[in-house]
């Protein structure tokens, strides 16, 4: 069982570059780094004033944890970080991080895209958009 | 079967009105439990999923099927489907 897992559930930004020396001092062998940000994004057919973002935190945190640890299962991979921010959120703030790191590249990467599947609609987060002229849940396309 | 703290969450939240509550209850599954909520006012109607599909956890676990058991349960989270990344 890999035991470079790091899940973060929280309010406040995080530091690609931290996160990055963080991560070097813990993988030596991987010669792999993939990173995803989710980022808030504004609307096409409104402005976007603010994206709120509701969690489950307890919940969350320990669904990531399962997925992450699935993902260490299927993969074989040197190291897992996920950190997701609610509170209220503005346009191009940052909203999720995954940073997946193995030997080559393509573990890394199908690992990072099924985390972020999961993410989507399997954890406690619920975004709520606060535009100009409307405001309404977001719901999963 | 005793006194329960009920969590609601977004849209849930927003009809029902509060955050959590600390609830008396006689129901032995969350189908049932929906139904005796009912008698404290028409906002609870959203719980029985008729505009989106409506999510339970009981003590931290998220649970599909509304026979599963929550007897002994000491918290049960109500939410509508979950919409991360």
């Known amino acids: ?141 | 079967m005793g006194k329960v703290k009920l969590k609601y969450f977004s849209r849930i939240r927003e009809t029902i009105g509060k955050t959590s509550e600390l609830v008396e209850i006689k129901s032995t599954n969350i189908q049932d439990l929906i139904e005796e909520l009912q008698a404290m006012g028409e906002q609870y109607s959203v719980l029985k999923g008729r505009d989106f599909a409506v999510y339970s956890a009981i003590d931290q676990n998220i649970v599909t099927d509304v026979k599963t058991s929550i007897e002994g349960a000491t918290e049960i989270a109500f939410f509508p489907p979950m919409t991360g990344g």
């Not at chain 1, 995080?14 to 991987?30: H, I």
């Not at chain 1, 040197?78 to 573990?107: A, M, P, Q």
């Not at chain 1, 399997?122 to 409307?134: G, R």
């Open chain 1, 1 to 141: 069982m890999l035991n470079k897992i790091i899940v973060a559930v929280q309010k406040s930004d995080f530091d690609l570059n931290s996160e990055m020396e963080t991560l070097k001092l813990k993988t030596e062998k991987a010669g792999a780094v993939v990173i995803f940000v989710g980022k808030v994004r504004d609307l096409e057919d409104d402005k976007l004033k603010y994206l709120e973002i509701e969690s489950f935190e307890e919940l969350a945190k320990s669904q990531i944890k399962e997925i992450c640890d699935d993902a260490a299962n299927k993969w074989d991979l040197e190291y897992i970080l996920v950190k997701h921010r609610f509170g209220r959120l503005k346009i191009n703030d940052n909203i999720v991080l995954v940073i997946t790191s193995s030997k080559h590249r393509k573990k890394a990467y199908e690992a990072s895209e099924f985390i972020m599947e999961y993410l989507k609609s399997n954890v406690p987060f619920w975004k709520k958009e606060v535009a100009d002229k409307t405001q309404r849940w977001v719901e999963n396309s």
